[in-house]
């Protein structure tokens, strides 16, 4: 709860600060506070408490997740002051925006109550629209917008009818008291129908086939801040929201869910890395990455009552490579007016040092050891053949096999191609996001258990 | 005392050797790597006389996984055989040029601390990291510092790795549902595990599919010749010399005594896909053009044989096997260097371009003739012992078996001499071929005498490597 207020008061900083003609110090401030802001958190984490009628639930679920979000927040707020140099006048407001976008993301994973979860998602998702559509002489920034928006306030309809049809069937939106009711007799029909709808809603937004259609082209045609944003913070937002709303609402799931399941993960992963393999745009392949990603962290559904530690590695090993691949590309494509891999050429030999965190940030979404991708995914792998379901398994890892092709487009472009242009000196921040969140990331491989034991 | 001191050792090298600045690397890396070298026979030596040198100490909780190190005769032969290639690699390298030499030799020698490390896990998933992990340095040195045109070079490359991946990620299934069964993944908890015949079989397949593509077992072996005409020597040396070895170790180390039965059922067509890579392999080397490639392709020859040893489940298939495992690398660093040497002087590796090198450099062909005869396996070299125990193995297994494995060395005999034969003999080529440096002649020179050396008195070897396969049996035979 603190979380909520502490973020949502430094946005209004944020905000603020213009008039005082701060902008200067703005970044470093909001960097500054949303440490702070992680330190609040994270003392929260061995009182689990409950506020204003069970409307937000402050537990050890929520707190690591926060913290996540947190993290992956700051390192977007410190890539933004060189991201936006070019439009001083705006940098308050996009900071703003994206620091109520956290706002939203906590309070998705930390809800009691329906209406809260609701709240969230809205607060996340406009943001979203607005930081899409922000390049506003931009058509493709336009349209990017555009499409998020109509699409998404789709799936945000679709949620809120699935929260009716389950207000109708239980009389509630505390989700404690609908996982009381739902393992009862006699609930009605539409319960399953209204879970569905919010799954699918939620599907929608971790844009998981076949509901990932709006996501290439989002991707592509929003500023690439923004897209940094969506396929790191949002992704892994949307999923853990997904797994609360479901291990929050619901004690077991059916065996024919969970083939749904099954069908969606696999589907994900085939459909987003077999058309990631003929793109030339980066944030095409990264969102179609995304989308394969999405399908492996669905597995973790598949052992519901046990997964919420494995998802957390997944996430945090995802964003963070996330993070870091991005820190390099938004360096590597901020003069240009495409992201083509063949901007990468020859980086290998102009920056060494960025073509390396890039490499070892694909490589660790590739799920290669000693960094934390290949701990996800192994310990995805054995959860699910734990749970019964080797075919996904199988299927997953024929697709590790298959993303290598694309991963390695991109090292293979660094490494054996003449660069184009000059060397040139890169601003101090990418260096240290991108070697920071590597590192973190790489420590997460070395001591898995660090993380893994927050939830276990 | 124990192994892990080898590893940071090596780990330390890696980084030091980064961190020389290119002018330095290749000296820091091979005085690292002559350390670990002395390291490594100074565990040897107390291992020998009794002491504890193995290791184990936690790392994850949740999945259990520790920091195991199981150091017996056999892992110590194979840290052996990769500590004394890594140097004579090193060295072998002084005369290339490298640009970026300082990353090059820190990948050398992170991928030599991977491969000890593959050697010495005694814990599947630890095992399987070290495993993966020397995929990396070998992609990057083939995909940079390699020759040829770099579109076919990165298409060979990519493919190598997918390959590898591949084939490794079935094991990682295989070591996932092994820890769901086992609750560890700790070797002797593994080896003590009760499977039914359904899933020996499967899980003795995503084991194979793994070892067969790296060793490679036909028909997995399309990667190969490819990757060792692109790599760079020293990219050649290691893949060939050390990380083949790996693929081999691990068939005795974790594939026969975790799925026994399944190994013993299909025995025959193990024996039968490994001696077909042996006709296979040496029929095509008959006909390469290319020295590197007839080198590829005569080394998959041999490590058929070797892998026919290793299914044969029997005392003398396995000790022949590791025997001819430690001969074969050492030969076959030294061809490859040889092939190396000649590509110094006339920068060609097709041999109709050589020819009448020998009245020029009577060292270099004396050392050269050595190593194609120890090839072949003569009498008198390591190669030979190693090669007769595999063949006689095979003959107690099925004497068809041993006439056609047999026809490695008849065939071999005519491949190798008459690629020597059209090398170093016949008409003089008009350009001049300087005779072999002092490097070159050291390097040369270790490896014969190696083999020789093994040759005529292969004891201490066979001993050290004897208990360990003993123990191996047991739990198969079980």
Redesign the interface.
């Given at each position: 709860m603190n979380t909520l207020i502490a973020i949502s008061g430094l946005g209004v900083f944020c905000l603020i600060a213009e008039i005082f003609n701060l902008r200067k110090l703005l970044v470093p401030v909001a960097v500054l506070g949303l440490v702070a802001i992680l330190g609040l958190t994270v003392s929260e984490f061995h009182t689990p408490n409950t506020f204003y009628n069970n409307m937000i639930v402050v537990d050890k679920f929520s707190v690591a997740f926060s913290s996540l979000f947190i993290v992956l927040t700051i390192f977007l707020v410190a890539l933004s002051g060189d991201f936006y140099k070019d439009h001083p006048s705006k940098l308050s407001d996009f900071l703003a925006i994206k620091i109520f976008l956290l706002a939203g993301a906590v309070a998705m994973v930390s809800f009691g109550n329906l209406s809260m979860f609701f709240l969230g998602i809205e607060v996340l998702s406009i943001s979203l629209y607005v930081l899409a559509a922000s390049r506003r002489l931009d058509i493709k920034s336009n349209e990017a917008g555009m499409k998020y928006f109509l699409l998404g306030s789709f799936a945000s309809g679709i949620i809120l009818f699935g929260i009716c049809l389950i207000y109708g069937a239980t009389g509630y939106f505390d989700i404690a008291e609908i996982k009381d009711l739902s393992s009862g007799a006699g609930i009605p029909v539409w319960f399953p129908i209204g879970i569905t709808l919010m799954i699918i809603g939620m599907l929608f937004k971790i844009a998981a086939a076949p509901f990932h259609f709006w996501a290439p082209d989002v991707y592509e045609g929003s500023p690439t801040m923004t897209t940094a944003t969506m396929s790191t913070l949002v992704k892994v937002v949307a999923m853990a929201t997904l797994y609360k709303v479901l291990s929050g609402m619901t004690t077991s799931l059916t065996l024919t869910f969970e083939m749904v399941i099954v069908v969606i993960s696999i589907l994900s992963m085939t459909v987003g890395n077999i058309m990631a393999l003929r793109q030339n745009n980066v944030k095409r392949m990264l969102a179609f990455s995304g989308i394969s990603h999405a399908g492996f962290m669905l597995m973790a559904i598949l052992s519901l009552s046990t997964a919420a530690?494995t998802l957390l590695y997944y996430t945090a090993a995802y964003a963070l490579a996330g993070i870091a691949s991005f820190a390099v590309i938004i360096y590597v494509t901020r003069n240009k007016d495409n992201e083509d891999t063949l901007n990468f050429n020859g980086l290998?030999k102009t920056h060494p040092l960025l073509a390396a965190v890039l490499t070892a940030s694909l490589?660790s979404m590739a799920g290669?050891?000693?960094f934390a991708g290949?701990f996800a995914k192994?310990?995805l792998?054995?959860q699910t053949?734990?749970a019964g379901y080797?075919v996904v398994?199988?299927a997953g890892?024929v697709n590790?096999?298959i993303s290598?092709?694309y991963y390695?487009k991109l090292i293979?472009a660094m490494?054996?191609k003449e660069a184009a242009e000059e060397k040139q000196a890169v601003p101090f921040v990418y260096y240290f996001v991108a070697v920071t969140a590597i590192l973190l990331n790489i420590l997460m491989g070395l001591?898995?258990?660090l993380v893994?034991?927050l939830l276990? | 005392m124990d192994v892990t001191t080898i590893l940071l050792l090596l780990l330390m090298g890696s980084i030091a050797t980064f961190l020389a600045g290119d002018k330095l690397a290749s000296k820091v890396a091979l005085l690292f790597s002559l350390g670990a070298l002395g390291l490594s026979l100074y565990l040897l030596n107390s291992l020998n006389q009794g002491a504890n040198i193995s290791f184990t100490g936690s790392w994850?909780?949740?999945?259990k996984v520790a920091l195991a190190f199981k150091a017996d005769g056999l892992a110590m032969a194979m840290v052996l055989l990769t500590t004394a290639l890594t140097p004579l690699i090193i060295l072998s390298s002084l005369g290339n040029p490298f640009n970026n030499s300082k990353n090059f030799y820190a990948l050398v020698l992170f991928m030599s601390f991977a491969m000890t490390g593959t050697f010495l896990a005694a814990d599947g998933?630890l095992y399987?990291?070290f495993w993966?992990?020397a995929?990396?340095p070998i992609y990057?040195i083939a995909?940079?510092w390699g020759n040829g045109d770099?579109e076919d070079?990165?298409k060979a490359v990519?493919k190598f790795?997918?390959y590898t991946?591949?084939g490794s990620?079935?094991m990682?299934?295989a070591f996932?549902?092994l820890?769901?069964k086992a609750g560890s993944f700790l070797l002797e908890d593994l080896y003590k595990l009760d499977l039914s015949a359904t899933e020996e079989c499967w899980i003795f397949l995503a084991f194979f599919l793994a070892y067969a593509i790296k060793i490679p077992i036909i028909p997995f072996h399309t990667w190969q010749a490819k990757v060792y005409q692109k790599a760079p020597t020293v990219g050649t040396m290691l893949l060939s010399g050390i990380m083949l070895k790996m693929g081999l170790y691990s068939v005795i180390r974790w594939q026969l005594p975790i799925a026994p039965h399944a190994a013993k059922e299909y025995m025959p067509i193990l024996i039968g896909l490994s001696i077909a890579g042996v006709i296979y392999g040496s029929i095509v080397a008959l006909r390469q053009k290319d020295l590197k490639k007839l080198l590829a392709y005569s080394s998959l020859a041999h490590v058929g044989l070797i892998a026919a040893g290793c299914y044969t489940l029997t005392q003398d298939g396995l000790s022949g096997a590791v025997a001819q495992m430690i001969a074969h690398g050492f030969v076959i660093v030294g061809l490859f260097f040889a092939a190396e040497i000649i590509y110094r002087r006339y920068e060609t590796r097709t041999i109709a371009d050589m020819g009448g090198i020998r009245s020029l450099t009577p060292k270099f062909t004396s050392m050269f003739m050595i190593l194609v005869l120890a090839s072949v396996a003569l009498p008198g070299t390591y190669n030979f012992v190693g090669e007769f125990t595999v063949l006689y193995s095979l003959s107690q297994a099925n004497i068809w078996y041993a006439v056609l494995g047999g026809t490695t060395i008849i065939l071999g005999a005519y491949y190798m001499l008459k690629m020597f034969q059209n090398v170093m003999l016949g008409e003089t080529n008009a350009k001049a071929f300087a005779d072999v440096t002092t490097t070159e002649a050291i390097t040369l020179v270790a490896i014969i005498a190696f083999l020789l050396f093994f040759g005529l008195y292969p004891k201490p070897i066979t001993d050290l490597v004897a208990p360990s396969i003993k123990e191996i049996l047991t739990i198969i035979n079980n």
């Open positions: 530690g290998g490589l290669i050891p000693i290949f192994f310990m792998f054995s053949i734990q080797l398994v199988i890892v590790s096999i290598i092709g390695f293979l490494y054996t001591y898995p258990s893994i034991n276990n | 994850i909780d949740y999945p998933l399987y990291i993966e992990l995929l990396i990057f995909l940079i770099a070079r990165k990519l790795f997918i991946l591949g990620l079935f990682l299934i996932a549902y820890y769901s």
